[in-house]
């Protein structure tokens, strides 16, 4: 009760600009901390072993040994690595009943037998550790919440303790997470280790798509042309083969970026609710939809660089010259065929279209950006527009092979061209779309995003779609 009494007593305290806080460590994450503090209107005090040689500080700071700046604050930051935690046993003393947060990493996983954080509650028994701000950097620090991620998550045992930091937090401009007890510093610490988490399934498909495809057109083009005629032209890998790989990765992810919402649909149309759960692998494909738009840009982009640099080619020049001279021996002129002409315009033109909507679409994921539009807004480019831009990016294919699958020459080694493959997924998201935006299976789909429920089949409307 008393312990209860006293931890109340500081977070009072906590609400006037007069509160003093503590930092042990005048390294870069504490001086960035400390600037922040000092910008919310805190009373920031360093505790360092070395008081008069610890380096340069935020102006309006005061640097104690530890001893002293443990004693003169209540709740104390604890910016050192885990290796210097030592000394912080003969603090426990000065440190009794004051919040200590910890906001220590690790290089890597399971390096320790303990969190950090509950190593730090057994040197100081008597403290209140909690665990928090150890997923922001010193940069994120420094520059606010605007340019950086606006979460903290926190961790621990006493939860006055806890709701002394979180009016911390929340006064630096940062929205807070509690993660339950001391139990979860494990996890926490674990965060900053992740290397790109909602990256490793588009980077894997990406990777795999891109070497499948490139064999696949290696062996179709290159290889049978080898084997076929005795012609070597191996030098249309690095740009004739790459720039057809690249826009067949790009239209195939951005096809996987639609796919997800698609059968998510029409799971809520088969179950007949919202309320239950997607399968595991569904929720984790829909999680890291932005990141798969993102590199099928980034595809997209290379195709079109790729394109650019089709002009100046050697091979493409000589091309022209020599058809050009052999039609001058024979004085021949080529006619104009506007069926040709209206296909590679309308190819161009669709090709143009689609790139454009596919920018507009990686520039609304910027977090500057998307935060500035309203849910609606966000929604119908990201939705509405970003399935114009692949039916677009399709149809543009589709003129690209135009008549070539009538032609029994273009079934290298009974194999199909690549364009036709990667039209496979596209074709099949824009049908299944366009069966959802039927007014009976839409209707019904509305009413099950409303909340509304098919629960008996004795319903007097037990049929969801409703024509």
């Known amino acids: 009760m008393k312990k209860t009494q006293h931890l109340n007593l500081h977070q009072s305290k906590l609400n006037t600009h007069e509160f003093l806080l503590c930092i042990f460590g005048t390294g870069d994450l504490g001086r960035s901390l400390g600037q922040r503090l000092l910008q919310s209107g805190y009373k920031v005090v360093y505790g360092s072993r070395r008081p008069h040689s610890c380096g340069p500080v935020p102006q309006g700071a005061q640097v104690m040994s ?166 070597d032209i191996s030098f249309r890998i690095m740009v004739s083969l790459a720039n057809k790989v690249f826009p067949i990765v790009s239209l195939i992810m951005l096809a996987l970026c639609y796919l997800p919402g698609v059968i998510a649909a029409v799971f809520q149309l088969y179950r007949g609710t919202k309320y239950r759960r997607f399968p595991d692998w569904l929720d984790r494909w829909m999680l890291c939809r932005k990141q798969l738009g993102l590199l099928a840009l980034a595809f997209a982009f290379l195709h079109v660089l790729y394109t650019l640099i089709i002009p100046i080619r050697y091979y493409v020049r000589y091309k022209i010259a020599a058809s050009t001279i052999a039609k001058m021996k024979e004085n021949q002129t080529s006619e104009l065929d506007t069926t040709i002409a209206w296909r590679s315009d309308s190819y161009y033109s669709m090709g143009i279209l689609g790139f454009g909507l ?103 409307n037990p049929s969801i779609f409703v024509c």
Not at 162 to 173: P, S
Not at 424 to 438: D, I, R
């Open 66 to 231: 530890h001893t002293a700046a443990a004693q003169s604050a209540s709740v104390v930051f604890i910016c050192i690595q885990r290796e210097h935690y030592g000394f912080l046993e003969q603090l426990a003393p000065q440190l009794k009943r004051k919040v200590l947060v910890d906001v220590s990493n690790n290089l890597r996983k399971n390096l320790y037998p303990e969190a950090n954080a509950e190593y730090l509650q057994r040197l100081t028994p008597e403290a209140y550790v909690v665990k928090a701000f150890n997923t922001l950097s010193a940069w994120a620090l420094q520059n606010g919440p605007s340019d950086s991620n606006r979460q903290v998550y926190l961790c621990g045992n006493s939860t006055e303790a806890k709701e002394a930091v979180t009016e911390i937090a929340t006064r630096l401009g940062f929205s807070v997470q509690d993660r339950g007890s001391l139990s979860a510093a494990r996890e926490l610490e674990d965060f900053p280790l992740q290397l790109f988490p909602l990256w490793r399934l588009p980077l894997r498909l990406a990777f795999g798509l891109t070497a499948f495809f490139f064999f696949y057109l290696l062996t179709r083009d290159v290889i049978y042309t080898y084997a076929t005629q005795k012609k």
């Open 358 to 460: 596919y920018v507009l679409l990686g520039i609304t994921s910027l977090p500057s950006v998307s935060n500035a539009l309203s849910w609606r807004e966000f929604s119908f480019i990201q939705s509405k527009l970003g399935y114009l831009t692949l039916f677009f990016c399709t149809f543009h294919t589709y003129l690209y092979g135009w008549d070539m699958f009538l032609r029994s020459s273009y079934y290298k080694w009974y194999t199909p061209p690549g364009y036709m493959l990667s039209l496979l997924v596209p074709s099949v998201v824009l049908v299944l779309k366009l069966l959802l935006l039927l007014p009976c299976v839409d209707r019904s789909l509305t009413r099950i995003r409303q909340g509304w429920e098919r629960t008996e089949p004795q319903d007097d």
